[in-house]
Structure formats: C-alpha cells, structure tokens
C-alpha cells in the first residue's frame, strides 16, 4: 500500500492550493481516505475524510467553506482543494487510508499513511 502526496508548496494568504494523494497498492473503492495537518509544535489534526461510498465530512470549522475534499476512484486519487489560505494554514499536509471505508476524525483510526507535503501560506 503507498499513498503520495503532492501539490503543496509557497503561497501568499488569500491563495489556493490542490493538493493531491495518489494511492496504489489496494483496492481504492473500499478504503475512506482523510487529509490531515501538523504544524511545527503542534499535534496532528484531521482536516476532511471521504468515504468508501462518497460521504464527505470536514472535521474542523476552520477550513469549512475555505476547503474541498473529491476523489477520482477511476485514477485512484483524492484531492483537497484550499482556497483563501491563512498563515495559520501553514502546515505538513498528509493523506491517510481507513480499511473500514468509513470516516473518523482521529489519526489513530488510520492504517497507511503517506509522508507528507509542506503547505507553507505567506502574510
């Protein structure tokens, strides 16, 4: 199981970003896939998952509205699309597959981990 995180970079607060995770290795359609953050000193937090079926959900009002979770089943791909991104937005971006299908909001609820893209939001 591999799971690739890409599109992270620089932007200035006010821009967007679409990050991307690449998954390989399993079948994609039963897994639920989550996107979470982890900024310098501070714990990792669950942004967003989408399940085996489709259901999405976003875990924290900070990026409601701001954020948006897809996946192309056919490419085996989910996307976190960031738009009107904060400082605060600054963080390690990492994608994360749940053999169950179903969404939890806790990091320890997941199985395979990707290693990460740095999302780095200028003032």
């Known amino acids: 199981v591999q799971l690739v995180e890409s599109g992270g970079g620089l932007v200035q607060a006010g821009g967007s970003l679409r990050l991307s995770c690449t998954a390989s290795?399993?079948?994609?359609?039963?897994?639920?896939i989550g996107w979470f953050r982890q900024a310098p000193g501070k714990e990792r937090e669950g942004l967003s998952c989408?399940?085996?079926?489709?259901?999405?959900?976003y875990f924290q009002d900070s990026v409601k509205g701001r954020f948006t979770i897809s996946s192309d089943q056919a490419k085996g791909t989910v996307h976190l699309q960031m738009n009107s991104l904060k400082p605060e937005d600054t963080a390690v971006y990492y994608c994360?597959?749940?053999?169950?299908?179903?969404?939890?909001?806790?990091?320890?609820?997941?199985?395979?981990w990707g290693k990460g893209t740095q999302v780095t939001v200028g003032s």
């Open positions: 994360a597959a749940e053999t169950d299908g179903a969404i939890y909001d806790t990091a320890q609820r997941y199985d395979y």
């Open positions: 290795g399993f079948t994609f359609d039963d897994y639920a």
């Open positions: 989408i399940s085996s079926e489709n259901d999405v959900t």
